[in-house]
């Protein structure tokens, strides 16, 4: 592995690995130092607790150093297209400050949210594949505008201890919200389910499809293994039945750069899609699942996220344990950048 920056580079075997792996470090199984006498920048264009505090905290019980860096805040502010005129607000590029931290550290975690102005701009990536292309250590993912791998493979984590290993009912359900919000949880959520083989069931309102080239590659990795997926307009059939309910909202990608207009358009949503008792009642015993942070009784009521059905907070737990694992992972290959000695 040279990096982390969506479950889709890497093969099953690689991410039974990397469960097991998390697991080991989770049941002090293994209390190995991979990271000791190493740094790992970890650079934060957007807010975040879980993320943040789980690699600094993971880097810490590996022997290693994290370097928190906040562009704009704590270093300067960034830029990343080519070949632009640095005349306006942006103090330094991403070609020199990310080789300059490969100098320095061993790997480089990334924050970068959707922008949401430009729905053909956001899909293909743009600030972490320059991260990537100018870097000369492993890039890590903690949430880009397309992908949350991190996040993901700590849900495939939590599915598995709750439920056991077997092939599961999931439904991935928009929920309302105020404003629209970035979709790099729900595509990787999505695409991890469907490569450890669930039957994926993903529910949203029309007008807020996920990007139909991932949604292509979703299918084919289901079937690969063995699952199956489902799209629906109707909440109510999709917790029918479903042994997992993971509910998080997201805006509709025609609305980029207009977000008035999708405010206004899923007013319409607010009382039907949210996960209430009502439709956790209607699942198999299901568990209640969010990325966090959610907002509650708008995107899941109290009752929900408060009974022994949501496992939230073992799930956030696990990013911590599933981090340790790829951070562990990254660590075999030998640093290719320049200063490579250790
Ligand atoms: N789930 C998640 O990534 O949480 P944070 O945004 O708090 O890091």
Same mark, same amino acid.
């Given at each position: 592995m040279k990096g982390f920056l969506s479950t889709v580079d890497y093969p099953l075997e690689d991410l039974e690995r990397l469960l097991h792996a998390a697991e080991r470090f989770k049941h002090a199984i293994d209390v190995s130092?991979?990271?000791?006498?190493r740094s790992v920048a970890l650079v934060f264009f957007n807010p975040s607790l879980r993320t943040r505090a789980s690699m600094q905290v993971g880097i810490y019980e590996l022997g290693g150093n994290a370097v928190v860096l906040e562009p704009g805040g704590t270093s300067w502010t960034l830029e990343h297209r080519d070949?632009?005129?640095?005349?306006? !607000?942006?103090?330094?590029?991403l070609a020199e400050f990310v080789r300059v931290l490969s100098r320095y550290g061993s790997a480089i975690g990334v924050r970068t949210f959707a922008a949401m102005n430009d729905w053909s701009e956001d899909r293909v990536d743009p600030v972490l594949n320059a991260f990537a292309k100018y870097s000369e250590v492993p890039i890590i993912n903690l949430e880009s505008a397309m992908h949350h791998p991190c996040q993901a493979l700590a849900d495939m984590m939590t599915i598995r201890e709750k439920l056991d290993a077997g092939k599961k009912k999931v439904t991935l359900t928009w929920a309302w919200h105020p404003k629209p919000l970035p979709m790099a949880v729900p595509n990787s959520f999505a695409l991890a389910a469907a490569q450890m083989g669930h039957d994926l069931t993903v529910a949203h309102p029309?007008?807020?499809?996920? !990007?139909e080239k991932l949604m292509e590659t979703i299918r084919h990795k289901a079937m690969e293994a063995g699952g199956s997926v489902q799209i629906t307009s109707d909440i109510d059939q999709a917790v029918e039945g479903a042994e997992v309910v993971y509910a998080k909202s997201w805006g509709g990608k025609h609305f980029y750069g207009t977000p008035d207009r999708d405010i206004a358009e899923r007013a319409q949503y607010r009382e039907k899609w949210i996960v209430d008792e009502g439709k956790m009642a209607r699942t198999n015993h299901g568990i209640f699942m969010h990325c966090l942070p959610v907002r509650r009784n708008v995107i899941v009521t109290d009752g929900v996220i408060d009974s022994?059905?949501?496992?939230v907070i073992d799930e956030a737990e696990n990013r911590l344990h599933v981090q340790k694992a790829i951070l562990a992972e990254l660590m075999k290959v030998k640093p290719q950048n320049k200063r490579a000695a250790d």
């Open positions: 130092k991979p990271l000791a006498g070949g632009v005129v640095m005349d306006g !607000d942006k103090t330094e590029h029309l007008g807020y499809e996920l !990007d022994p059905a949501s496992v």
